[in-house]
């Protein structure tokens, strides 16, 4: 577990540096939300970026008692790319990241490898469904890569672990209703002018 002090810390930076939004969002997911968390402007500021993930690095040290858990850090971009490069540096091993096909899923591409033996943590800034995150497992699956764990900076899932039986790690756990357009009463006025926050389009 994070250490409360060390939560309150993360809290504060996001909240320094903006990246918890208020207003009307489509979420990827295609839900409406009135709450936002964009880690991106916390990730903008490379000093706060880095003291981000130096806690969390910490905090995974503490949780497996190995001061060096893993041998890569894989992020999916584009949103992962910044948070996964200094989740890499904070643990001191690679970081890659993986890039979408155009028929769906990740590939590693750029001459990017990760050997089936190597311990690998996909990283990513805000989980909420933990979409790309196993999409970016399926492609390792696919590699023969059976060590795999997860992290974030916000677990705003709803959930403890929404991975199953693979490890997870959040920094922070935060409380963000969301819901489907269709449970909206029709003259919702916050609909009509949502915004879409994320870094892909909304589901269709």
């Given at each position: 577990?994070?250490?409360?002090?060390?939560?309150?810390?993360?809290?504060?930076?996001?909240?320094?540096?903006?990246?918890?939004?208020?207003?009307?969002?489509?979420?990827?997911?295609?839900?409406?939300?009135?709450?936002?968390?964009?880690?991106?402007?916390?990730?903008?500021?490379?000093?706060?970026?880095?003291?981000?993930?130096?806690?969390?690095?910490?905090?995974?040290?503490?949780?497996?008692?190995?001061?060096?858990?893993?041998?890569?850090?894989?992020?999916?971009?584009?949103?992962?790319v910044t948070i996964g490069y200094e989740m890499?540096?904070?643990?001191?091993?690679?970081?890659?990241?993986?890039?979408?096909?155009?028929?769906?899923?990740?590939?590693?591409?750029?001459?990017?490898?990760v050997e089936p033996q190597e311990r690998v943590?996909?990283?990513?800034?805000?989980?909420?469904?933990?979409?790309?995150?196993?999409?970016?497992?399926?492609?390792?699956?696919?590699?023969?890569?059976?060590?795999?764990?997860?992290?974030?900076?916000?677990?705003?899932?709803?959930?403890?672990?929404?991975?199953?039986?693979?490890?997870?790690?959040?920094?922070?756990?935060?409380?963000?209703?969301?819901?489907?357009?269709?449970?909206?009463?029709?003259?919702?006025?916050?609909?009509?002018?949502?915004?879409?926050?994320?870094?892909?389009?909304?589901?269709?």
């Amino acid at each position: 577990m994070v250490h409360s002090e060390q939560a309150d810390r993360a809290l504060k930076l996001l909240r320094e540096s903006q990246a918890l939004l208020e207003g009307d969002f489509l979420l990827s997911s295609g839900r409406y939300a009135q709450s936002y968390v964009q880690c991106a402007q916390l990730l903008q500021y490379p000093d706060k970026a880095e003291e981000v993930c130096q806690i969390l690095a910490r905090s995974i040290r503490e949780h497996t008692g190995d001061g060096k858990p893993f041998d890569v850090v894989v992020g999916p971009a584009m949103g992962a790319v910044t948070i996964g490069y200094e989740m890499a540096r904070a643990l001191g091993v690679r970081g890659v990241f993986a890039e979408r096909k155009a028929e769906g899923g990740f590939q590693l591409r750029r001459g990017f490898m990760v050997e089936p033996q190597e311990r690998v943590l996909i990283v990513e800034d805000v989980v909420t469904t933990g979409g790309s995150a196993k999409e970016v497992l399926t492609m390792l699956d696919e590699m023969g890569v059976k060590q795999v764990s997860f992290a974030s900076l916000v677990n705003r899932s709803g959930v403890e672990n929404p991975f199953g039986e693979s490890p997870y790690y959040p920094l922070l756990a935060l409380e963000i209703p969301s819901w489907d357009p269709s449970e909206l009463p029709a003259d919702h006025e916050g609909l009509a002018r949502a915004v879409k926050p994320g870094s892909r389009p909304t589901a269709t």
